[in-house]
């Protein structure tokens, strides 16, 4: 079973910063599609951030300019970096690796805790 491994969640106040982390096998890592999602309670699952198959990132209209998505490829690891964080932004927040040629091979990490609360 793949294992996307996210670390980095936890309780900020609003105005404050975190960055999540997620680590893939490597022979996942280099064939996908990386990128981050997150469900609040009560709604849909919702994309955050990804780069797309040419390596730009994208990002959702309620993050861009505070969010930053980035990877190591030497590390397999793809990055979060959120800044000026509100309240709204509390959700638990996926990893999620597509494969480059077959969308169906789709994985998920376990999800992390973010809560912007002061």
């Known amino acids: 079973q793949v294992q996307l491994v996210e670390s980095g969640g936890g309780l900020v106040q609003p105005g404050g910063s975190l960055r999540l982390s997620c680590a893939a096998p490597g022979s996942i890592f280099s064939t996908s599609v990386m990128g981050w999602y997150r469900q609040a309670p009560g709604k849909q699952r919702e994309l955050v951030a990804t780069f797309t198959r040419g390596g730009l990132a994208n990002y959702a209209d309620s993050v861009k300019g505070r969010f930053t998505i980035s990877r190591d490829n030497t590390k397999f690891t793809v990055y979060l970096q959120m800044s000026s964080l509100k309240p709204e932004d509390t959700a638990v927040y996926y990893c999620?690796?597509?494969?480059?040629?077959?969308?169906?091979?789709?994985?998920w990490g376990q999800g992390t805790q973010v809560t912007v609360s002061s």
């Open positions: 999620n690796a597509v494969n480059r040629w077959n969308d169906a091979l789709s994985y």
